[in-house]
């Protein structure tokens, strides 16, 4: 749902990736024995693994800022769809993660990066992004990212082949469907969420650990491209008091220091290439 609403509401995009985090963290906290209700905030969960230590910093990044993107765009409907962009590679790091540390596959790797179909309001800068996205996949040998990638583009072109009208009606028709059955499942997650607690309660402690040093070694193999670390980075800064924009302070833009201003300018021109 967060890749469908990419297309025309950044804003319920992110709300969307808030959701999938918040489960992500809440699940965590119950294989572990750490979550006091399901009821608990998404917040009060984050810090209580976080102060355990059974949360990873390389996640607990991740899920933070999905926290904290969802949060802004819930309550004051603000979100881009570069943020959008960024949010969705980042909720993609967080699920490999818990895939690999929860779904009994460590193994497992992922291909590229599949990105959604181009917004209605796509900058010049996205769309760029969005393009370079297809090239890695287009190149790359995994097969399942480049059949996602195939049928996202033939179904792009129905949509174009029907009217308008009868598209945007189908469309709507199918993700209302779809909602219906997500709110459904969120109700089943629930229940799933007291009996994973109640295992950790009755599992020796001696498991939970090895569960939680599986989980930081899975933690250091979070890959993300230049692009998505930029907004990582760019957030620790800025809650450090810093003036940073990684998109738009940048010295090829016209940004210089200023005397007495902590700002960070992206882009300085060196001998030996551009640095931060």
């Given amino acids: 749902m967060a890749e469908r609403y990419f297309f025309d509401d950044a804003p319920s995009t992110l709300i969307k990736l808030r959701q999938l985090g918040e489960f992500l963290t809440k699940e965590v ?13 998404f917040d009060e969960v984050l810090r209580t693994l976080k102060v355990r230590g059974v949360l990873p910093t390389e996640v ?8 904290r993107v969802g949060n802004a765009a819930a309550h004051e409907n603000v979100g881009s769809t570069a943020d959008a962009l960024a949010a969705l ?68 072109a129905r949509l174009k082949a029907i009217s308008e009208a009868e598209a945007y009606r189908q469309d709507k028709e199918f993700w209302e469907t779809y909602a219906a059955e997500t709110e ?52 620790q800064l ?18 210089r220091p200023q005397s007495g201003h902590a700002i960070a300018i992206a882009e300085w021109p060196t001998d030996s290439g551009p640095v931060d």
């Fill in 60 to 67: 607990a990044n991740l899920l933070f800022h999905l926290k």
């Fill in 238 to 255: 800025r809650a450090a008091g810093w003036t940073v924009d990684s998109r738009k302070l940048r010295h090829a833009a016209g940004t």
């Fill in 184 to 235: 459904a499942g969120m109700r089943r997650t629930e229940a799933a969420l007291k009996a994973a607690q109640a295992a950790a309660e009755a599992a020796p402690p001696q498991q939970l650990d090895l569960l939680a040093q599986l989980a930081n070694r899975q933690a250091q193999q979070v890959e993300l491209d230049e692009a998505t670390t930029r907004v990582l980075i760019d957030e």
């Fill in 29 to 41: 906290a119950a294989r572990h024995g750490l979550l006091p209700s399901s009821t608990a905030t």
């Fill in 89 to 156: 590679k980042i909720a993609r790091g967080a699920a490999v993660w818990f895939h690999q540390s929860y779904g009994g596959r460590p193994n497992y790797r992922p291909g590229p990066f599949v990105p959604p179909t181009p917004p209605v309001d796509a900058t010049v800068a996205l769309k760029a992004e969005l393009e370079e996205l297809r090239k890695v996949v287009s190149v790359s040998s995994d097969e399942a990212a480049k059949a996602l990638l195939a049928y996202r583009d033939a179904e792009d």
